[in-house]
């Protein structure tokens, strides 16, 4: 038998004003059933406030850092890419202690029971502290700030998969990512696709999805036995599932800026992407086909926050900001402070340890020739009579400025890569060329891989206004042009032999000699020697000629 539904006192009020208007033609009673249709009205339409605070590509950058108008990070000052990212002022910013302090401020001020905090990976290696602790440095500050969901970037498998699993129990939030499959089970890595919560009556789900190359940016060990799909072949399948289950859906990517664009294009679905990977500062926030896109630059140096706005469970408008940590502006946490500082007690002598001092700002490019990249090629290529150094371009790490510690040279180089020595053609040696300028402007979006090859000996223009195959012209090595016969002496590390970034060419070059030496431990070694370095004086061998 259908129920019966409960009597509603407050309408039959209503229809009885009604009736009695319609027949007494009283302005009294019309008015005093205007004013009783509003209250109804009112009160039937709810309204809530949600905010998300995120994080992206921290990349175990837990203490403050220097900034400078022009080059501080190696996604900043940098000329070819899309969007030129320049800090305001000099100054200090950023750090888990500062940004654990704006974080209490606005769950005290919004009320924590509707704040959410999200991370859009590449969050906990990178730096000397994490690779002694194997990540659990950042995981337990990340702890303690009480995150609710993480997507898995290509750099949180860089101690292995167990190891991830591990640093998950050991965070007591989740790890997602939709389209890591296990290729064992066939289920998601670590069993936590996407998130769904509930926020004053508002379900949200947040759908993770990792970095679609992951396997071309890292050691293929690390993530032996995983699969990592193409974000949209995932969000096929989960979209119409989670619709029907909730109010909205958030995709925590970290698939970069150009390829979540693409994804706002061709779901409806989707409310809000909050993404990572491309180390981009989106505010605004941006919009594309009525989905809002939202990014928090790197390095912990911005905490983002978007408020979303709902009426009767659907998003209405959303607003979004950047919060720049500023240290002058900021104070820091003290229960984090205190975290930070028992965890680098034991290792504090390590750390802190001089190795030289920057006379100028020495910083990391990630699209166009970096100047770390170049010294460290300099320093490759005179310790091993080379003609040619060859290293991955890296979207990580900070501008070395005065004092030069080890933790500093780690944050540049942290993976234990090895170096290597071999023989190429000059045939060979151009094909790898080309193959940077194919990662960096493939046929489709979704195949931009790395960073610009960075090379030390060889000079040549890039032109992208060129077919793909063709772009490389005019390539000398120490100043006499290519000969595309003869065979070069090169030096680069086990990574790039390894595949790195797609460049397969290396490893089928002659004479193959992994010499055993750390490409980190070398660079510190070489640079104790120095009492100061500057920028490279064969800074400008490679010439971009953009489309």
């Not at 958030?250 to 993404?275: M, Y």
């Not at 919009?287 to 990014?295: E, F, P």
């Not at 034991?346 to 100047?371: F, N």
Request: one cysteine or more.
């Amino acid at each position: 038998m259908k129920k019966k539904p409960p009597k509603n006192y407050f309408l039959d009020g209503l229809f009885y004003l009604y009736h009695r208007a319609m027949k007494e033609k009283s302005i009294y009673i019309i008015v005093l059933l205007f004013f009783t249709t509003f209250s109804l009205l009112s009160q039937n339409r709810k309204e809530h406030q949600i905010t998300i605070l995120y994080t992206n590509d921290i990349h175990g950058n837990y203490l403050p850092f220097k900034t400078n108008t022009h080059n501080t990070t190696s996604q900043t000052g940098d000329a070819e890419r899309e969007v030129l990212i320049e800090f305001p002022k000099t100054g200090e910013i950023g750090g888990m202690a500062v940004m654990a302090r704006a974080i209490k401020e606005i769950r005290r001020d919004q009320g924590k029971e509707n704040v959410l905090l999200l991370d859009a990976g590449d969050t906990f290696g990178d730096d000397q502290l994490a690779n002694i602790t194997r990540g659990e440095a950042i995981i337990q500050m990340m702890k303690l700030l009480e995150y609710d969901f993480m997507a898995l970037g290509n750099h949180d498998f860089d101690y292995g998969r167990q190891r991830t699993k591990e640093l998950q129990t050991l965070a007591g939030f989740p790890f997602g990512g939709a389209n890591i499959i296990d290729k064992e089970t066939g289920k998601t890595f670590l069993d936590h696709p996407f998130l769904i919560k509930e926020i004053s009556g508002i379900k949200l789900a947040i759908i993770a999805l990792g970095y679609h190359n992951s396997l071309l940016t890292g050691n293929k060990d690390n993530m032996q036995g995983l699969n990592f799909l193409p974000g949209d072949q995932v969000l096929k399948k989960h979209l119409p599932l989670l619709s029907a289950k909730t109010d909205i859906i958030i995709v925590l990517s970290h698939q970069g800026t150009a390829v979540d664009r693409l994804t706002a294009k061709k779901f409806d679905d989707i409310d809000l992407i909050i993404g990572g990977h491309s180390h981009d500062i989106i505010s605004g926030p941006e919009k594309i086909n009525g989905i809002y896109l939202v990014q928090a630059l790197s390095d912990a140096a911005v905490l983002g926050e978007i408020k979303l706005q709902f009426q009767d469970h659907k998003l209405q408008y959303a607003h979004a900001k950047s919060h720049l940590l500023w240290t002058d502006k900021h104070q820091a946490d003290s229960k984090i402070q205190a975290l930070i500082t028992s965890l680098r007690k034991p290792h504090l002598e390590e750390l802190e340890e001089k190795i030289t001092v920057a006379k100028e700002t020495i910083g990391r490019q990630y699209k166009s020739e970096s100047p770390f990249e170049k010294l460290t090629g300099n320093l490759l290529r005179d310790h091993f009579n080379a003609e040619i150094a060859l290293l991955p371009g890296v979207g990580y790490g900070i501008s070395l400025s005065g004092t030069v510690t080890s933790e500093d040279i780690y944050r540049l180089l942290p993976h234990p890569s090895k170096i290597v020595t071999l023989n190429l053609t000059g045939k060979q040696i151009k094909s790898v060329l080309e193959q940077t300028a194919t990662n960096q402007k493939p046929d489709e979006k979704q195949e931009v891989v790395g960073g610009l090859l960075q090379s030390s000996g060889v000079s040549y223009i890039l032109d992208y206004s060129k077919p793909s195959g063709s772009r490389i012209c005019d390539v000398q090595v120490n100043g006499k042009g290519l000969d595309l016969q003869r065979k070069y002496n090169v030096v680069t590390h086990s990574g790039m032999l390894n595949g790195l970034h797609s460049y397969d060419e290396l490893r089928k070059g002659e004479n193959i000699k992994k010499e055993g030496l750390r490409l980190n431990e070398f660079v510190i070694k070489k640079l104790r020697k120095l009492e100061n370095i500057s920028r490279p004086k064969n800074m400008g061998e490679v010439k971009i000629i953009t489309e």
